[in-house]
């Protein structure tokens, strides 16, 4: 079966390689891998005491993030190594302080996977959520080096569950320990014999909590607010983008809005102007050359600073639940303010938990986000009871990542002092 595995791999490679032609982010993918083993034997030969962590993009990075800076802060002699499979979440982190190496996984055929655990040789591996390569599972645990899942979710329609995913169970069964975010999922953990689990929560509400904290102040999003309220709209689409151009034509009296596309290129900024042209518009790239104080829509045409845009919201909107599945939520919930997004959430499980406590909206068009915004202005308790539901819950779910290295020391440590 791994060798099954990794054919396809190799010919999943192989076309898109072949669409890579046709597309800029799968060309920095396999540009960014050139030279990859040579690169890392230079960056680990005078590095000591490695601790390697998998990211599959940018989301998954802030995951992992609260931990290395705990394990630096614990031990100043570990060098971070961090890994991504997406050119998103390399790009943007590539020079990020908290990692000594930071490099691109090569792709994971059981060669790759041999020589890269041999250059680096790391004393514990952390794979964020989602990412499973079996080449890497199987190299990792030949070496007996300590590997963990971190923030995972398991939910009973995943492959490793089917009738046809015995191969891929067994290898997740290497994992040492696995650290996960609800109950559900150590349920069917147990189900299918894996007792090495835990509950410990999701640690990307202790990077929220701790980018929250920071004292901060966007210069030019007090300038635009002014005296207005704000609605902040993050990782949008183009859906997300035309059910808010709909909206702002009703609250446009009240409200500025703030549009954070996922995407930036110039294509896509060109379309969210064509799709707002009703309104006066401004860019962020502008702001230095001229007064945005009197536009109604802000475009944030630049990557890194969302979760701090967040801040000057009224109400936030998360895009990509029409369309690629729902964006980071909690970046906004922790600003304690409404959430709203479109309809395909349920495989989010903090979407799912803010919408049961009635902090959170699901909607399907834009009327619908209208009816509830009015009801908020209408009843200004209700709309601070539902900032205090989200700021109660995001403070209910702090402290997964002491949890983890708590259990992680205990694990290293011999089974008597454990028992005692």
């Known amino acids: 079966m791994r060798l099954l595995y990794s054919f396809s791999i190799a010919f999943l490679t192989?076309?898109?390689?072949?669409?890579?032609?046709?597309?800029?982010?799968?060309?920095?993918?396999?540009?960014?891998?050139?030279?990859?083993?040579?690169?890392?034997?230079?960056?680990?030969?005078?590095?000591?005491?490695?601790?390697?962590?998998?990211?599959?993009?940018?989301?998954?990075?802030?995951q992992g993030k609260p931990i290395m800076e705990k394990i630096k802060q614990q031990d100043r002699n570990i060098s971070i190594l961090v890994t991504f499979f997406s050119p998103s979440g390399f790009e943007i982190k590539k020079n990020d302080p908290i990692a000594d190496i930071i490099s691109y996984l090569p792709v994971d055929t059981k060669r790759n996977a041999k020589r890269f655990v041999n250059i680096v040789k790391p004393e514990k591996v952390f794979f964020i959520k989602y990412e499973f390569w079996y080449n890497y599972i199987a190299e990792i645990a030949k070496a007996e080096i300590p590997f963990y899942y971190v923030s995972a979710i398991f939910r009973d329609n995943q492959y490793f569950f089917k009738s046809y995913g015995t191969w891929f169970l067994n290898n997740l069964r290497k994992c040492s320990f696995f650290f996960l975010q609800n109950e559900s999922s150590r349920k069917l953990l147990t189900k299918y014999g894996i007792s090495n689990a835990i509950v410990t929560g999701d640690t990307r509400f202790d990077r929220v909590y701790d980018i929250a904290k920071q004292n901060f102040a966007l210069d030019f999003m007090l300038s635009f607010k002014k005296e207005k309220k704000m609605l902040v709209a993050g990782s949008t689409w183009n859906p997300d983008e035309k059910l808010l151009s709909e909206l702002f034509k009703i609250i446009r009296t009240d409200y500025k809005l703030v549009i954070a596309p996922h995407l930036v290129d110039k294509q896509h900024i060109e379309r969210i102007k064509k799709i707002f042209s009703l309104f006066t518009v401004a860019c962020y790239s502008e702001k230095e050359s001229r007064d945005i104080s009197g536009d109604e829509v802000l475009i944030i045409d630049t990557i890194g600073i969302l979760s701090k845009i967040y801040k000057y919201a009224d109400i936030s909107y998360i895009g990509g639940a029409f369309k690629t599945g729902l964006h980071n939520i909690l970046e906004a919930a922790v600003f304690a303010k409404p959430l709203f997004f479109g309809p395909h959430y349920k495989i989010f499980n903090e979407a799912i938990e803010l919408v049961g406590r009635g902090a959170a909206f699901s909607i399907t068009c834009a009327d619908e986000m209208i009816k509830k915004i009015d009801f908020f202005e209408k009843n200004p308790d209700y709309y601070h009871s539902i900032c205090d539901i989200c700021d109660n819950y995001v403070i209910q779910n702090l402290g997964a990542t002491d949890k983890i290295l708590n259990i992680i020391k205990n694990l290293s440590l011999p089974q008597k002092l454990i028992e005692n």
């Open 14 to 62: 192989f076309l898109a390689k072949c669409s890579s032609f046709f597309s800029k982010k799968i060309q920095l993918f396999f540009e960014g891998r050139k030279d990859i083993f040579t690169l890392l034997e230079k960056k680990c030969e005078d590095k000591k005491n490695i601790i390697w962590f998998h990211c599959a993009s940018l989301g998954e990075f802030e």
